[in-house]
């Protein structure tokens, strides 16, 4: 009696054995409803079984096989189980996160049992002349099956009910009958690839294409470092044509805040929107079940998409391109904490495609596999159509400040609203302030839930929590002193927005953060807005940092980058430098030329020093020197055991007990005390961690195989964090 071992989302490393009488080899990779304690559950299908461990009349009987939905290909079971095992996360959770919501619902319409309807083998010896004349809609209704064998009721209720009335008639002659669903085996055509002509490449564009085409059809990474505006996303376009002409699917991985309708339409334009599947969090639940199964039958040629859409099963897949692979977005920070950008990889060497990692400032960790030829360099210097941007700072160490501008840039913004340009002014911090203090006692509005700071937002009239969401109204005076003198400390965008109001009173201002984008389509207006030119003064945070491309903006000026200087974090440069040169990328994009100021109280730091020279070989040879000389990753490699839990004490037991436990499994490795994370706690919950590593990769997974089963508790809360990027 055959069993299926289905794998449920549920935090435990087994799949869970069900009786299914009619299960086959070929249902593996199917979509299962099984029972699952009172409920009911979606689950995948990871084996077909003679005999099952558990005893027979405790096993249940699978409630429904999805055999009309496309099985997930044994290749992406592979993938799945080849995360579950790196990250050490559990299998089914690992499969369902992947899964489009709409297929997780056990009750939704999508696993509901579909019904088509079949000609009887009575009614393959009729024709439509064996009706009578005047039975119109009998006779329409059971013509059409000649040339479509398989009716389904989405097709019949656009018949209306006219068609209803003739297909039950039908049946009552015994000559069509319903049944259930089953999904169409044979993959569709692709259609035919008649591509809107792009702009003549570069030489240097044209030689990054030859070179990823001469490798298509076996797995090879490419590292593509082309500077801001180089064109990266031209080559990009080329490449997936190329692989749309062979028939084959190209995976197009994004981070979030880059899936404008912009690059939509660009890749629409030269690829056809018939042709697209875009997969972002945006989407209703149907379309992206939608556009999910077009991607897995293989009619869309090209998928879009953030992290997530990684695990999209494509049947046909030869290209996979990750957009700005340095991104943080690309790392999932809970539950399944994987790297899309490194999942990516291995499902180009899995599936044999080719793979490009596209940035202007590449992850040390992708330098460093280009600097030992794992990866192939290939490098766009120059800008397609514009020259670079020039960049310098503007010293600030014993300078007034106007409300946090120096000088040189207020008169740099004037210039260039006389010059009707458009200035970007950069803050990495939203709200009014980051600090409200009292300078009497030096007490700071702390969130009681976290150990962090509140944030003055509204001109300065609520506090606000940006960890955990807490808000409250400012105190009247201080709640340690009395003092009624209570200070903002800093300037956010709210703030800064203010300032150059009064400035320039005269100016189209408009603030760019996440809280004036959190509506529904307010971003995709502003954008609107800043093409049109209906806006002179940009003062936005990261969102505006990357990808885009408005021709009128000439002049970046970036405040608070010293922020960035002083975190504690190892990779902390590393950021600093990407963030500000992808900013400083938005200006002078098209025929104008860019200027970009840098605040600064270091101007003398080699991290600024590189950036005016707009050098990221240099800087990363400096940093990689650093890294190797310190014994830190890309050199080395690490997992962070995290804990959590409402009690501190708690979180630093178990992390010890832990230790204790790891000790005599550690060879090959370091294993370090607990130390509280970064932010101790967030929202009630104390949060510790021990980090773990290792020169070897493998010693690294070995040890985390053998110790994270040993290890356990039921009041805390703990994860292993593979390669983690935030301590
Ligand atoms: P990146 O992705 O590297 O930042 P884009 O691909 O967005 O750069 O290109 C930057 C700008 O240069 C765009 O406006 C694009 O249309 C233009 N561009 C790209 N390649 C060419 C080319 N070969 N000839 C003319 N313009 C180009
Ligand atoms: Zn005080
Ligand atoms: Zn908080």
Redesign the pocket.
Known sequence: MPFVRVALDVPVDEAFDYRADDASADDVGRLVVVPFGRGRKVGVVVEVTTQSAIEARRIRAVARIARDLPRLPEATLDLFRFCARYYHHPLGETVLNALPTALRRPDGAALATRSEYVRTAEGEQRTVADLPVRAHAQRALFGAFATEPVLTPTRLRAGGPAARRALGALMARGWVMEREAVAAQAESVPPAVTAAAGPEPTPEQRAAVDAVTATLGSFQCHLLHGVTGSGKTEVYLRLIEAVARRGEQTLLLVPEINLTPQLEARLADRLGSERLAILHSGLAEGERLERWLRAVRGDALVVAGTRLAVFTPLPRLGLIIVDEEHDGSYKQQEGLRYSARDVAVFLGKQRGAAVILGSATPSLESWQQARNQRYRLLQLPSRAASNPPAIRTVETRGVTLAEGLAPPLVEAIGQTLARAEQSLVFVNRRGFAPTLL?H??G?IAPCHRCSARLTLHSAGRRLRCHYCGHDESIPRS?P??G?QDLRALGAGTQRIEQALAALFPKARIARIDRDSTRRKRAFHELRERIEAHDLDILVGTQMLAKGHDFPRLTLVGVLGADNGLLAADFRAEERLFALLLQVAGRAGRAALPGHVLIQTEFPQHPLFQALIAQDFAGFAQVQLDQRQAGAFPPFLHQALLRAEATQEAQVFEVLEEARRQGHPLAEGITLYDPVPALMPKVAGKWRGQLLIQSPSRNALHAFLDNWWPRIGSKRVRMSIDVDPQDF
Do not use: P
């Open positions: 009292c009497e006692c007490w201080c340690s002193c003092n």
